[in-house]
């Protein structure tokens, strides 16, 4: 397999010298035609007019035709320097009156242009001429055939001397362009080999925008692809530095609740109070556990966001997650139930986050809803938007706190010390992945908090009527378990 030019810049000399390698090629053969063409018409009229110098010695002697070769003739084609000429007279009935008998015939008998043919005669290739002059005596009277041939010699040294001297003359214009075309490629592309010097030094943790000053027009989508990389590789770094960030700084506090409870259930002298630290233990496991749940939450946010959505009804999910938390709430006595929307709800959402968005909300108002409270999902459809509520009768936050609690690791002092402060932020940060918002408000009567969660259902194709689902999930749910 041939190796294939990687480089940009092998590539373009590349092909600019073979463009220039072509054209010069083209120049140098048709300076060489036209050279050669001019020196074989000025050979060619040298030889006709050695064949009209002899034409005009022919004369007539007693009513006989004859000729008489003038020594010009001969000088004209160079015969005093040593080169061999051969010329033929003939009379219209065939007599030969002059020069060589057996001299090759003409291509034709044409009369009114002189002809000119190439011929081996005598094993010499030689150029030749012929005419036909009108004569008129008492004896003859037709066309006198005057040939003249030449060697061929002389005219191709002549064309060897056009072509070298034309080569000596296009060799340093080749060399001159070739070294133009060098220098502009090269200073051509120093921009962008100073870009590369400049990415190689780099640190790893500088992720600032390269500069396109001085890049080539052509070279800058690709400079503005790589800072658009660069700026979603900061971001997706930023991630998880504050990840790592969050996820030490929470997890000090229950750990080290963890092993103080530890070493004082191994000091307890009865099995009560041991059971009793054991209890505290559980306690702080569980809430390690959901903070842990909840940080990685946050941290597929983002990947997540970028994958393909699919149509979704965000009834079901409700139902499921709901299902899936009435033990929980149960436990704390808490009524927990849905009511939901004659027809489906439907968007173009991530389902595994939209679950998470609805576990979240659950979880916080079946925390801070207390025993005995009510919490109850609603889904329903306005205009370009799916809308999710979830409503409970507890202490409710007040309206300075609300845009608080949406904050990470924010916490309200009616918690009672046990949330890890994130439910709301991942909410939050979901729905807005998704084009959406979350607003808290407080119920007309009584207290409580109401989380109303928009998700937009654009691009998402219509759906015949069916039957209503009805509003019995908190008995279905209860069935269930």
């Not at 925008?209 to 979603?232: F, H, M, W, Y």
């Not at 630290?277 to 939450?297: D, G, K, P």
């Not at 941290?299 to 994958?307: C, G, T």
């Not at 329903?380 to 409710?396: H, Q």
Request: net charge positive.
């Amino acid at each position: 397999m041939k190796r294939r030019l990687t480089s940009l810049k092998s590539r373009l000399l590349s092909w600019l010298l073979l463009a220039t390698g072509l054209v010069l090629s083209i120049n140098l053969v048709v300076s060489v035609s036209s050279a050669l063409h001019f020196a074989d018409t000025a050979y060619d009229s040298a030889l006709f007019g050695s064949a009209r110098s002899i034409a005009n010695g022919l004369v007539s002697r007693n009513g006989t035709l004859d000729v008489v070769v003038p020594a010009v003739a001969l000088e004209m084609l160079g015969s005093t320097r040593g080169r061999q000429i051969f010329h033929r007279v003939r009379s219209p009935e065939g007599r030969v009156l002059a020069g060589f008998k057996d001299a090759p015939e003409p291509p034709s008998r044409v009369s009114h242009r002189p002809q000119y043919f190439d011929a081996v005669y005598r094993g010499i290739n030689l150029r030749w001429v012929a005419t036909y002059i009108p004569v008129a005596t008492p004896e003859e009277r037709g066309l006198v055939l005057v040939q003249v041939g030449e060697p061929r010699s002389e005219r191709e040294i002549l064309s060897h001397r056009i072509v070298l001297t034309t080569l000596l003359q296009q060799l340093p214009l080749a060399l001159l362009a070739a070294g133009v075309i060098w220098w502009g490629v090269h200073r051509s592309l120093r921009p962008l080999v100073e870009t590369g010097r400049q990415i190689k030094n780099r640190s790893e943790r500088d992720r600032t925008p390269i500069s396109e000053q001085d890049i080539p027009s052509e070279v800058r989508p690709l400079i503005r692809a790589i800072n658009d990389l660069l700026q979603r590789t900061a971001r997706e770094v930023e991630i998880q530095e504050q990840f790592i960030a969050d996820a030490s700084h929470q997890l000090k506090t229950p750990l080290a609740i963890l092993r103080a409870n530890t070493d004082l259930a191994l000091r307890q002298p009865t099995r009560e109070d041991t059971h009793e630290i054991l209890r505290r233990i559980r306690a702080t496991i569980e809430q390690t556990s959901r903070l842990t749940h909840q940080l990685l939450a946050l941290l597929s946010i983002d990947a997540r966001a970028n994958m393909p959505k699919a149509v979704i009804d965000l009834s079901d999910v409700v139902s499921r997650v709901t299902a899936e938390r009435v033990p929980s709430a149960m436990s704390r006595e808490v009524d927990l139930g849905v009511e939901i929307d004659e027809q489906p709800v439907r968007l173009m959402a991530d389902q595994v986050l939209i679950a998470e968005l609805v576990g979240n909300l659950i979880d916080n108002a079946v925390h801070y809803g207390g025993p005995g409270g009510r919490v109850t999902l609603r889904t329903s459809r306005r205009e370009k938007w799916a809308v999710l509520e979830v409503m409970d009768n507890g202490p409710g936050i007040a309206p300075e706190h609300r845009e608080l609690v949406f904050r990470r690791f924010a916490t309200i002092n009616n918690d009672g010390g046990n949330s890890c402060g994130l439910g709301l932020a991942v909410v939050r940060q979901i729905a807005e992945a998704h084009g959406g918002d979350v607003t808290l408000s407080a119920p007309d009567e009584g207290t409580g908090l109401t989380v109303t969660v928009r998700l937009p259902n654009r691009g998402v194709p219509p759906l015949q009527h069916r039957k209503s689902r009805a509003s019995s999930a908190r008995a279905q749910a209860e069935h269930a378990v």
